[in-house]
């Protein structure tokens, strides 16, 4: 009787287990199988994103370190390094714990060889900003703590309370190692400058130029008038010369406007009338010049000093430049008067 009663027991404790054709998960690891073959066959023709679904949808059935591995070389192929490095680590795990000592090997070499490819990025809000978020490419990061980054570009945002949001762009390469400062100015204040210093003065480059156009137009007045009425002398002294050759002798006469001694209908063909002729035209030319000049002088000089009246002054002391001319017998001097 005790040895019946004992069967009994055992044959209690024991289910009953379907036969191995009936088996629940029989058919869901064929499934499995196919759908991990399927992923071998696009990761040998380099369809890398295809296969990576494919491994995915072999982990979702059932984990495993081999399904594992090859999910995260598909990843680290699209160049998703820092997804690859977190399933390296996963199939690492997971061949530790079933003793799986070849796909750990795999596993481990595998993050080594990640680890100096993976960018870092590191954002540091400057000063004290009490409540500061870092956001990179959308996602929550710790300020001044690098974080894993795939290579690329990517958008980082800074924001906090009663201050300007900081938004920029960076591009990483594999193995970069970037800082970021982000200067979080208060609202309402002027823009910092490019290289972070002191806020740029929007009137400055305005009275800049007020100063360019003044100083550059009051020279050309000066020089174009000199040369004007230099050239003007000359063309009197020679057109006086020329009456004196052309009195009307010897077949000679004056034109019209008194600026050219004609011979026969013609231009005289002596030497000396010739080359009176050619002064003459030549300093015609040259007071014309002077005259242009001059004129457009006068009309920079008019704009620059309203420029200069117009823009606002950041100095206390407004210092007036002054250009200088003093035209001497070896030529014609400038100078600028700058008092301070």
Known sequence: MRALALLLAVSIAVPAWPARGDSPTSATEAERTKIYEEGKKLSDQGEWALAAEKFRAVIKIRSAPKALLALAYCEEQQGHLVAAKATYGTALSASHAQKIPADAARAKTA????????????????GEVPGASVKIDDADATAGEPLELDPGVHAIRVIASGRKTFSTTVTLKEGAREVVSAPLEPEGAAAPSKDGGAPIETSSGARSAGWVLTIVGGS???????TALIADSGYRARRGELSELCDGTKGFRLSDDGDACLYAGGTADTGEVQSKNSEIGIAKGV???????????????????VTLFTSPSSA???????PTVHVARHGIELGLSLPF
């Open 287 to 305: 007071r014309l010049g002077g005259m242009i000049g001059a004129g457009v002088g006068a009309a920079a000089l008019i704009v620059g000093v």
């Open 316 to 322: 206390a002391k407004t210092s007036t430049a002054v």
């Open 111 to 126: 993050i080594d060889q990640l680890e100096p490819r993976i960018a870092r990025l590191t954002v540091r809000v400057v």
């Open 220 to 226: 050309l007045v000066l020089v174009g008038g000199a």
